[in-house]
């Protein structure tokens, strides 16, 4: 009673608030809008300040009554009640950290800065509360004796550990402390992450038409287009999203220039003194090395990896040694292929970084027929869309409604409702796909909405984000493979999201190991490259004819060109990411010195860099903290995964595809992640699928 007493004032004093001259809050507002989209154009930056502090004020007055209960704990007065609090503030936040990662603006980004230390005080002081941890304990100790089905065992045992990790059994000047680190952290991450955007919205090379030798005609349309819009008509301009940079660096035939973009590239997060992350970083480190030693860890690594399928730094650089020999060997080979066709067309240098993308383009193409000037034309967004689509309609029965009318936070963004063949509401899809400057580098999957059942049937809401060149006006926006690949990746994360089948939203979805969840994404890039799906959505945008036989198999052939530069790039930052975490000294760390020692210990091949030099770093600085290897470990299941479909002859065979929907797809954090795979696959996976995979074997 006393909750809903309490849920009643705040309801009042929320519309107090927003009674008389001033508009409601659109975010403290129910939602009319298709299947509960929030109502983006009625919502404001100003909206956000009353709007956290009123969601604050609910959860920590749900918190306060679930602590304060006097009756015996069972799992409904305290698990269940805790899963259903929060939903007002998750609902904010939702939109709140969608639309900074997507669509932010100086205003947002204040808001950020401002509240991220006290989103970091408020959610440690509920981790960190007494009384609500007793009670969660004494469920925890009696759990044997509870009578609980195996899904409310799992939400229980999960958030005790939770809790114990956050702190909850430490004395009151450790949690004082841990309060503190964890505020500060939320700062830094903060500024990092504002840091790298605001280095790559103020980079840019302008380019005249005597620049532009070796540039296909999409990059040149592209350039001239940014170039436009920065009131440089005539001119042509290079960004620093990848969708830019990446091309210009492959075709460019001026190496002066690539040079001069690829420095850029990789010195974001350090060009300027108000944006130089390297001192961030070494606050951050030591600060998460602090706070592993408050709980009892050698090292951050090691408290990060306890509750992944990892388990211990030693097992992740187990597998990253395994990989890195073959890797090195093969980008040896690939490197002496690229300096001899750079001598042999009178480049009297030594391949340097900047060179590697543009020979490497030249080689595979002289040795399969295969560039990107040949296979954009096929690989339209609509068509790679309706591509992934269909592969999921095929594997799980999925069907795609577009609704043009639906409320978005960006013209760009397209919505569809996602629904069983039978009709039944699964969720909603947003697809933002196109680069911009108000948009952060990279391609994700995120939320406005999970699925759950706790507090009745609430549907997914899931975003997928982007960076593509768009088209030229009326034409068509054209996808390199690697581009299509991403779309495929982000749309598995996706599909991870919308296909949730869980009670609880603590387990839903996404909601899983960090080397567990990038699974279901990998997975699904195998059925890009699957030719009845090649066949039928890779056409070409002006003729309408079928991708040519020989070209699919050209591509075929030359799917692992180049994969010893690929994994080495990867493999670098993956090391430099655990040995970072890895530290146990919480000393001033000269970042630079350690990103080459490391390097350098590894053998790094000069020629290659690091996919993420450690200030533009944003995985680790974000979740992936000692957890960027989870792209590796991730790897050796869906490689295997997809082996179960290529021994039944049929790459979507029905059988099969059951079985990865309930166990993988839909199964959220149920299980632990091995159980899930082992009931996928009848056994644990194999590292094998994934040598061979890429080309590494033997």
Do not use: C
């Amino acid at each position: 009673m006393a909750k809903k007493v309490a849920k009643a004032k705040t309801k009042t004093a929320t519309r107090k608030a927003t009674a008389g001259a001033k508009p409601a809050n659109p975010l403290l507002a129910r939602w009319g809008s298709a299947f509960g989209l929030p109502p983006f154009k009625k919502i404001e930056p100003q909206h956000y300040k009353a709007a956290f502090a009123a969601a604050l004020k609910e959860h920590k007055a749900e918190i306060a009554h679930i602590a304060a209960e006097t009756a015996k704990p069972t799992f409904n007065n305290t698990v269940v009640a805790l899963e259903k609090s929060g939903r007002l503030l998750e609902k904010v936040a939702s939109v709140f950290y969608n639309l900074t990662g997507a669509h932010t603006s100086d205003a947002l980004q204040a808001i950020e800065r401002d509240m991220a230390p006290k989103l970091a005080a408020h959610e440690t002081a509920i981790m960190l509360n007494g009384r609500m941890f007793k009670r969660v304990e004494d469920l925890y100790e009696r759990r044997d004796d509870l009578d609980l089905t195996d899904e409310q065992r799992r939400v229980l045992e999960l958030r005790y550990k939770w809790l114990v990790r956050a702190g909850a059994k430490l004395g009151a000047k450790q949690k004082t402390r841990v309060a503190a680190i964890n505020q500060r952290l939320a700062t830094l991450a903060t500024q990092f992450s504002q840091n790298v955007l605001k280095d790559e919205q103020s980079w840019r090379l302008v380019l005249t038409e005597r620049d532009l030798d070796g540039l296909p005609e999409a990059l040149r349309d592209s350039a001239a287009r940014v170039a436009t819009d920065q009131g440089l008509d005539g001119k042509y301009v290079i960004t620093l999203s990848r969708s830019s940079i990446e091309p210009f660096l492959q075709f460019s035939a001026r190496r002066d220039l690539r040079e001069e973009a690829f420095n850029a590239w990789t010195k974001r997060g350090q060009m300027g003194e108000a944006t130089d992350n390297r001192a961030i970083t070494s606050e951050i480190i030591a600060l998460r090395a602090e706070y592993a030693g408050l709980l009892g860890f050698k090292s951050y690594a090691d408290y990060s990896l306890e509750e992944t399928m990892a388990k211990t730094p030693g097992s992740v650089r187990d597998l990253l040694a395994k990989v890195w020999e073959p890797a090195v060997r093969r980008a040896t080979g690939e490197r002496d292929a690229l300096q001899a066709r750079a001598r042999a067309e009178g480049g009297n240098f030594s391949i340097a970084p900047w060179d590697w993308r543009y020979y490497a383009e030249k080689e595979r193409k002289a040795l399969y027929d295969v560039d990107e000037a040949s296979t954009r034309p096929y690989l339209t967004l609509d068509n790679v869309i309706a591509a992934a689509f269909e592969t999921a309609t095929r594997l799980f029965g999925l069907k795609f409604k577009e609704l043009p009318d639906a409320p978005r936070y960006h013209d760009d963004v397209r919505v569809w409702e996602v629904t069983t063949k039978r009709g039944e509401h699964v969720g909603l899809f947003l697809g933002d796909y196109f680069a911009r400057p108000s948009k952060r580098s990279g391609a994700w999957m995120s939320a406005f909405r999970s699925q759950s059942k706790v507090a009745g049937e609430v549907s997914p809401i899931i975003v997928n984000v982007m960076n593509f060149a768009r088209g030229e006006e009326g034409q068509p926006s054209l996808l390199s493979l690697d581009d299509a690949r991403t779309l495929f990746h982000e749309f598995g994360h996706g599909l991870h999201g919308l296909l949730s089948d869980v009670t609880y939203p603590s387990i839903s979805g996404t909601s899983v190991t960090r080397d567990f969840v990038e699974l279901p994404s990998q997975l699904y890039e195998h059925w890009l490259m699957v030719p009845e799906v090649l066949e039928k959505f890779a056409v070409h945008h002006e003729t309408g004819k079928p991708m040519p036989a020989a070209l699919l198999k050209r591509i075929k052939k030359a799917r692992n060109f180049n994969q010893g530069f690929s994994t080495i790039e990867y493999l670098a930052s993956a090391f430099v990411d655990m040995e970072l975490h890895a530290l146990e000294d919480t000393g001033p760390l000269d970042v630079d010195a350690f990103e080459r020692g490391t390097l350098d210990r590894l053998g790094m091949p000069r020629e290659i860099v690091m996919r993420h030099r450690i200030p533009h770093f944003l995985h680790i600085m974000g979740g992936y903290a000692a957890g960027y290897y989870s792209y590796l470990w991730s790897e050796v299941m869906d490689a295997d995964a997809f082996a179960a479909f290529e021994e039944t002859g049929n790459a979507f065979d029905s059988a099969t595809a059951k079985k990865l929907h309930k166990f993988i797809y839909s199964g959220g954090n149920q299980r632990d992640p091995l159980e899930a795979y082992v009931a996928f696959r009848g056994r644990p996976p194999e590292i094998s699928g994934l040598l061979k995979k890429r080309g590494l074997a033997g």
